[in-house]
């Protein structure tokens, strides 16, 4: 059984800073690629970010480019999001996701976590 568990949210003044960490279990690590998505109240769900099997090559929505960062440890089978600069606006449920490429869509990605709340306070 697949599982995808995200912490390190919580509360936090804007121009903070938060890691989420998503431990994952029951799949081959190493054989995917990890997003993490967002979803504020009352708006659909949102591409921040997706990293490569072996972290060669990342991708960041534009509004979280120069502020979040992503990695992942292969031999702990965890991927980490460090957000700094955090903004009002980043306030939302954030999920990790596994899948085969490291691309934008939700269709891309096999396995969800149950996400974490991030909110930012201005």
């Known amino acids: 059984q697949v599982q995808l568990v995200e912490s390190g949210g919580g509360l936090v003044q804007a121009g903070g800073s938060l890691r989420l960490s998503c431990a994952a279990s029951?799949?081959?690590?190493?054989?995917?690629?990890m997003g993490w998505f967002r979803q504020a109240p009352g708006l659909e769900r949102e591409f921040v970010v997706a990293?490569?099997?072996?972290?060669?090559?990342?991708d960041y929505a534009a509004s979280v480019k120069g502020r979040f960062t992503i990695s992942r440890d292969n031999a702990k089978a965890m991927v980490l999001l460090q957000m700094n600069s955090l903004k009002p606006e980043d306030t939302a449920v954030y999920y990790c996701?596994?899948?085969?490429?490291?691309?934008?869509?939700?269709?891309?990605?096999?396995?969800w976590g149950q996400g974490t709340q991030v909110t930012v306070s201005s």
């Open positions: 029951g799949l081959t690590f190493s054989n995917y690629a």
């Open positions: 996701a596994a899948g085969a490429v490291a691309r934008h869509a939700e269709t891309d990605y096999d396995y």
């Open positions: 990293i490569t099997w072996n972290g060669g090559r990342t």
